[in-house]
């Protein structure tokens, strides 16, 4: 079975920060396939369609939506099969759900259909 597991979110006061992970198990995430994959954030808000945040490539090279663009960033620990959105500045706007997904054909765009794989999210609320 393959999983994606989020944690770390939580209620923070606009301008804090908080660090988002995603875990990777299972048949696919097999030991270190983390580092052969593409892996990106989203998020959705309440009556708001799902938006791209970020992505990681297997090269490490990452990509941002402006909206964040400056104030979050992806990274990804290829040894512990881990991904990470660090989320600084936040503001009230940036309440949502965050999922983390994997593109296992690296396909490496921000268009959510090109991701395979989904984990169920974590929920960042901002209050300002």
């Known amino acids: 079975q393959v999983q994606l597991v989020e944690s770390g979110g939580g209620l923070v006061q606009a301008g804090g920060s908080l660090r988002l992970s995603c875990a990777a198990s299972?048949?696919?995430?097999?030991?270190?396939?983390?580092?052969?994959?593409?892996m990106g954030w989203f998020r959705q808000a309440p009556g708001k369609e799902r938006e791209f945040v970020a992505r990681?490539?297997?090269?490490?090279?990452?990509l941002y939506a402006d909206s964040v663009k400056g104030r979050f960033t992806i990274s990804k620990d290829n040894a512990k099969n881990t991904v990470y959105l660090q989320m600084n500045s936040l503001k009230p706007e940036d309440t949502a759900v965050y999922s983390c997904?994997?593109?296992?054909?690296?396909?490496?765009?921000?268009?959510?259909?090109?991701?395979?794989?989904w984990g169920q999210g974590t929920q960042v609320t901002v209050s300002s």
């Open positions: 997904a994997a593109d296992t054909r690296r396909l490496g765009t921000s268009a959510g259909n090109t991701y395979d794989y």
């Open positions: 299972g048949r696919i995430f097999s030991d270190y396939a983390i580092s052969n994959y593409d």
């Open positions: 990681i490539r297997r090269s490490g090279s990452t």
